[in-house]
């Protein structure tokens, strides 16, 4: 079930399922290896990126340093250093997540307990915003749902969480989840990163692979977001699907033993990585 409004069965969607049909031929994974590299590319990766997202300054490799050796990165504010070790312990509850059926609010109170829970900010971990929220970029200004009305609309979201699910492809409704739980704002900070996690954990439960958006991606990733909430949602569904294919490529090598070595993201600061 692909339902993609005004154009019928993606193309994309097609390629990523064809994707995956290789994939789920290697699975169970048992090569111990291959496991920790998998492991590796998508803890540090995950974090790296998403927090990247957001304005903190860890770079990949002293994302990698801090999770796995527990070195903080000279020059680095604290805080930039707990959204690390904060979001490492989200990434680790998503994967928790694997064998749910679906994502509760405790699930999504939790990942923004652990992203924020060492955060000197206005947010309060693991609580709804109790303010007004409002963003400014690019010359516009969003409001964003009044407090009062975030309890009501969490409600519909875990509903269409819980009940819509097999109406889509599994890969269309993680991004939805991640477009509507954005449009909701419902935390005081940390909606972006908790999103991303949501998707993930989605994508996971229907033994997809997780997304990475690279910072390089950034101004697209929010640009389709922006055109979203104007009710255009093609560009950011695209720019998803796009990642999920892009993921499946860097296993698909991987796996296939193509002497290729999955040591990071794969996806530099300074441009995008060529593909083949």
């Not at 399922?17 to 590319?41: A, C, G, V």
């Not at 709804?128 to 400014?136: G, N």
């Not at 569904?237 to 090598?253: D, L, S, T």
Request: glycine share 6%; with cysteine.
């Amino acid at each position: 079930m692909h339902p993609t409004p005004d154009s019928g069965p993606s193309a994309l969607l097609d390629q990523i399922d064809q994707r995956q049909t290789l994939i789920n031929r290697y699975r169970p994974f048992t090569d111990k290896r291959l496991l920790d590299q998998l492991k590796s590319y998508y803890r540090i990766g995950l974090v790296y990126t998403s927090n990247a997202l957001e304005g903190f300054t860890y770079s990949e490799s002293e994302t990698r340093i801090l999770i796995e050796e527990g070195l903080t990165a000279g020059g680095k504010s604290l805080r930039d250093a707990l959204a690390v070790t904060g979001h490492a312990k989200a990434c680790d509850y998503m994967f928790e997540l694997l064998h749910s059926a679906t994502i509760a609010e405790e699930n999504v109170l939790f990942f923004h307990k652990l992203l924020e829970g060492s955060l000197d900010n206005e947010s309060v971990p693991g609580e709804y915003r109790t303010t007004a929220a409002f963003v400014f970029s690019k010359g516009t200004g969003k409001t964003f749902l009044k407090p009062s009305q975030i309890p009501v609309a969490m409600e519909d979201f875990f509903s269409f969480a819980a009940n819509e699910r097999d109406k889509y492809h599994p890969v269309e409704f993680a991004a939805i989840l991640h477009k509507k739980l954005v449009s909701i704002h419902p935390f005081a900070d940390g909606n972006g990163r908790v999103s991303r996690l949501v998707m993930n954990a989605s994508l996971i439960q229907k033994s997809f692979l997780p997304i990475i958006i690279p910072p390089i991606l950034r101004a697209e990733y929010i640009d389709s977001l922006n055109a979203s909430d104007q009710g255009n949602d093609s560009g950011f569904m695209n720019f998803m699907f796009r990642r999920q294919i892009e993921g499946q490529k860097e296993i698909i090598r991987l796996i296939e033993g193509e002497d290729y070595v999955l040591a990071g993201t794969g996806f530099p600061a300074e441009k995008p990585r060529e593909k083949t």
